[in-house]
């Protein structure tokens, strides 16, 4: 029988990790033939009015930034995260469909759908809950830091989601394992990596990405700007080089108050540090190199688009980025966690432009096993046991 499929992101469409997600979700459906209702904060201009349904932010969300609540991200995410949840199982239909969304966000839609006979796919986009939970309460404990934007009754709520998913979707073998070595049988994950925009990201030449002497050698990285993302870990592989032709552009979001003040304290250290948000491409665009040093990530869209725009990336080993990177030959692979490390990598293709730019033209290559159209068609094969 087949099912009419429908997704929901409390993010924009298109916009962010989540957001982008839920955007190769519709490609995904579209490449298959199948029309999809795509359930978000807004309705995108992108799409046709009818294949969306809006569930908007309610006033309280706006309240928030001026309350106690605005210190504390693991609150503010459980809140929008089930009103976004309710309200969807409110406009979902009562038939049996196939329904897609993401951890936090589904949990009253999942036993909707279930009771009416439908299919449900979590869409995992990270390790398992357990291990992120763990991962980044221990980074929030090793800084001395507030604003975990988990909680255990976050924790709870998607364990629950997982029981009531019939599938999920995993990007990389480290989601993979992350799941089963918890006891997820391994017949209910779907292996089906993301893609991008491999056309948008194109970058420069290589001849471009050279520097002269004296200039500034830019780092970027792009992401929310969080421990679980591991800036702190750059920023300390700076300071460990010392090297006053280095600059870090951080791009995304800054979450809380003591992660601004945690820049701020590198900054006096003598780190160069630029904070952009918004579009990443204009950063990519002028940089030399990419860093992600995340401590846990499941897959790591921003990485993939840096390498289509020809930089080469240096990535920890808990992230599902590793599974792309051949190390050495498009970009390098250093132990999570590790600042020194990460330094010697950083100051190896710093030192040698040859070696860099010759990474650079193969992560181009690499990246465009991964446009969008070509892993959309992947993934619409892959979901067949769930699109029938």
């Avoid at 499929?5 to 519709?26: N, P, R, T, V």
């Avoid at 702190?232 to 700076?238: G, I, Q, R, S």
Wanted: aromatic share 8%.
């Amino acid at each position: 029988m087949i099912l009419p499929i429908y997704a929901g992101s409390s993010s924009g469409f298109g916009e962010g990790g989540l957001g982008g997600h839920l955007s190769f979700i519709q490609k995904a459906a579209h490449a298959a033939g199948r029309p999809i209702q795509i359930l978000c904060r807004e309705k995108p201009a992108k799409l046709p009015p009818e294949s969306c349904l809006a569930i908007p932010a309610p006033a309280w969300t706006r309240a928030m930034k001026y309350s106690p609540i605005r210190w504390s991200p693991a609150i503010q995410s459980a809140l929008i995260g089930r009103q976004f949840d309710v309200r969807a199982a409110e406009r979902l239909p009562e038939r049996p469909i196939v329904y897609h969304c993401f951890p936090g966000f589904a949990e009253e839609s999942f036993k909707k759908v279930k009771r009416w006979g439908g299919v449900t796919v979590l869409e995992a986009a990270t390790t398992h809950a357990d291990h992120v939970y763990e991962v980044t309460e221990a980074e929030h404990r090793k800084y001395r830091m507030g604003g975990s934007p988990f909680s255990r009754q976050w924790l709870r709520r998607v364990r629950r989601e997982y029981e009531l998913a019939d599938y999920i979707t995993i990007a990389s073998a480290l989601q993979r394992d992350s799941f089963i070595s918890r006891g997820v049988p391994a017949e209910r994950l779907l292996y089906a990596p993301l893609g991008i925009d491999t056309a948008r990201f194109a970058g420069p030449s290589p001849e471009a990405r050279r520097r002269t002497d004296g200039s500034k050698f830019r780092i970027v990285q792009v992401g929310q700007i969080t421990l679980r993302k591991g800036f702190m870990y750059l920023l300390e592989a700076v300071r460990l080089l010392n090297d006053p032709e280095i600059e870090v552009v951080l791009v995304g979001g800054i979450g809380w108050r003591a992660i601004r003040e945690s820049i701020d304290h590198y900054k006096s250290l003598g780190v160069a540090i630029r904070h952009a948000s918004g579009d990443p491409l204009p950063a990519l665009r002028e940089a030399h190199l990419y860093v992600h040093a995340s401590v846990e990530d499941g897959f790591g869209l921003a990485p993939l688009e840096a390498m289509s725009s020809g930089l080469p990336a240096v990535v920890t080993n808990q992230t599902g980025m590793q599974d792309l990177i051949e190390d050495g030959l498009d970009g390098l692979v250093v132990p999570s966690r590790d600042s020194r490390r990460l330094a010697e990598a950083i100051a190896l293709l710093k030192k040698d432009e040859a070696k860099r730019l010759a990474m650079g033209e193969a992560a181009a290559r690499k990246a465009r096993n991964y446009d969008a159209g070509a892993a959309a068609r992947r993934y619409a094969n892959t979901l067949r046991p769930a699109w029938g």
